[in-house]
């Protein structure tokens, strides 16, 4: 398996551009998750999906920000315009999520997308 | 809502064992994990526990939990240089929510 694939690795943008990180989850895990990590404040969870569906995402920063699962094999982090805070490494995570078995909710994380907005 | 405190910093010698600790206020835990992350990398996850469990040992590596105290700790076996890393705690309890909480990481620096 190849684990949960990000991309792209690294990201350098100008204030105020589009900026679009992706996930593709690992194959029959149900819940994808999106992560975002600082110096300042630690890892942070920014929304969740069960089944293609957005479960939580009161832990999206504000308006600027959006999350799609169009698929069980695909999901993308959108922030429009991007600022200089936003500068982040962004993880995504997948986990089971199947009934039954100890690590149903054990989120396997991927490798991560550096990002520095200028 | 539900909060998971570490220590920020412990710095051992190789060979030392390191013991890394963690609190939780979720009494609903169902289950706890360690996860590992190396610079430039992400989180991998180590071990878990469950809540009926007060030990867990794997290899080098062993999880202790109060489930009273809800303290949870790990312990590592002959300290490498390779077990330098960020340790987070994670809980995930049994509210219906289903995302991990982490807690904010432990540094673990090992001098040769």
């Known amino acids: 398996d190849a684990g949960v694939i990000q991309s792209p690795r690294h990201e350098v943008t100008e204030m105020g551009q589009e900026v679009t990180l992706r996930c593709k989850p690992?194959?029959?895990?149900?819940?994808?998750?999106?992560?975002?990590?600082?110096?300042?404040?630690?890892?942070e969870l920014l929304i969740y999906f069960n089944n293609n569906v957005p479960i939580d995402d009161s832990g999206m920063p504000e308006d600027r920000f959006s999350a799609k699962m169009p698929n069980a094999s695909f999901s993308t982090l959108k922030i429009q315009p991007s600022e200089p805070r936003d500068s982040a490494v962004y993880f995504c995570a997948s986990?089971?999520?199947?009934a039954g078995g100890p690590l149903r909710e054990t989120q396997y994380f991927g490798p991560g997308t550096r990002l520095l907005v200028l | 809502g539900e909060d998971v405190e570490q220590s920020l910093f412990l710095s051992v010698r190789e060979g030392d064992s390191s013991v890394i600790n963690c609190t939780y206020t979720d009494s609903s835990s169902t289950y706890?994990?360690?996860y590992k992350q190396e610079p430039g990398a992400g989180l991998q996850l180590?071990?878990?526990?469950?809540?009926?469990?007060d030990m867990k040992q794997d290899?080098?590596?062993?999880?202790?939990l109060?489930?009273?105290?809800?303290?949870?700790?790990?312990?590592?076996?002959?300290?490498?240089?390779?077990?330098s890393a960020i340790y987070f705690c994670a809980e995930i309890?049994?509210?219906?929510?289903r995302a991990l909480t982490f807690g904010s990481g432990t540094r673990l620096q090992v001098q040769p």
């Not at chain 1, 029959?28 to 990590?37: A, E, I, K, T, V």
């Not at chain 1, 986990?95 to 199947?98: A, D, F, K, M, R």
């Not at chain 2, 309890?93 to 929510?97: W, Y």
């Open chain 1, 26 to 43: 690992i194959s029959g895990h149900n819940s994808l998750f999106w992560y975002r990590q600082t110096m300042m404040r630690g890892l």
């Open chain 1, 95 to 98: 986990s089971p999520h199947v």
């Open chain 2, 32 to 34: 706890l994990y360690w």
């Open chain 2, 46 to 53: 180590l071990t878990y526990i469950f809540s009926n469990m």
């Open chain 2, 59 to 64: 290899q080098r590596l062993t999880v202790l």
């Open chain 2, 66 to 83: 109060n489930k009273k105290d809800k303290h949870l700790s790990l312990r590592i076996a002959d300290t490498q240089t390779g077990d």
């Open chain 2, 93 to 97: 309890g049994d509210t219906g929510r």
